[in-house]
């Protein structure tokens, strides 16, 4: 089975500092890479997917995500984040078999204004 | 924007009871999926279905769990016996299809929590 590692448990930064939040999975084979965040008290919802063609995809609220297959990495990153960016952000990877989603264990984001 | 929608955002229950999780996926999606989410723990994978079958299930998903669309809009997790250790938050997603593109993009509902005495 997919197992996905998020090296991040905890970030805390000012507003205006650059982001980075590291994605590891262990499939070599084709899969689909997705970005979930979660604001407190609401849902899941989808920051920026990758199934294929460019690596570096842009999401929502300026964020974007880097594919670097021989890595098997899916960074997220933001140059500036800011207060609003406070948030659970999830790595998820779906395939290559089957339809459903392996998640990372979350990394809580705290922005300090 | 349409969104998924789940009721009841919370459940209290005791041992032993049996428990449904409603769900309202998004229209004009053809899969549907439950996940749940431990306390501080990562989201996990209980089943996936499709044109009126499971089409994946996880280890977690035992005979105490079943699904069921009862009618063209719901879409419903049942535990029979609750334990314990079911005391998490469940997800409910849907997605338009499975053509290996963006079609395979999960759009998730609020979630219920559940907590088991």
């Known amino acids: 089975a997919q197992s996905v590692s998020q090296h991040n448990h905890h970030v805390i930064l000012s507003e205006a500092a650059s982001l980075e939040l590291g994605c590891n999975y262990s499939?070599?084979?084709?899969?689909?890479l997705f970005w979930y965040v979660q604001y407190p008290g609401q849902h899941l919802q989808l920051l920026l997917k990758?199934?294929?063609?460019?690596?570096l995809v842009k999401g929502i609220k300026g964020f974007e995500a880097e594919f670097i297959k021989s890595k098997f990495s899916f960074n997220l990153r933001k140059p500036s984040v800011q207060w609003s960016d406070t948030a659970e952000y999830f790595c998820?990877?779906?395939?290559?078999?089957?339809?459903?989603?392996?998640f990372g264990t979350g990394t809580s984001l705290t922005v300090i204004p | 924007e349409p969104e998924v929608t789940q009721t009841p955002s919370h459940q209290v229950t005791q041992m032993g009871q049996e428990v449904i999780l409603r769900c309202v996926p998004i229209?004009?999606?053809?899969?549907f999926y439950w996940y749940r989410q431990i306390l501080g723990q990562k989201v996990e994978f209980l089943v996936s279905?499709?044109?009126?079958?499971?089409?994946?299930k996880s280890e977690i998903f035992d005979d105490q769990f079943s699904v069921e669309r009862p009618d063209g809009s719901n879409f419903t997790l049942k535990i029979r016996s609750t334990k314990l250790e079911d005391s998490a938050m469940y997800f409910c997603?849907?997605?338009?299809?499975?053509?290996?593109?963006?079609?395979?993009?999960?759009?998730f509902g609020p979630g219920t929590r559940l907590l088991v005495l």
């Open positions: 997603a849907s997605s338009p299809g499975l053509a290996g593109g963006p079609e395979e993009t999960q759009y």
């Open positions: 499939y070599g084979g084709t899969v689909n």
């Open positions: 990758y199934f294929s063609g460019d690596p």
């Open positions: 998820a990877v779906q395939g290559p078999t089957g339809n459903q989603f392996y």
């Open positions: 229209s004009n999606h053809l899969y």
């Open positions: 279905f499709y044109n009126n079958e499971i089409s994946e």
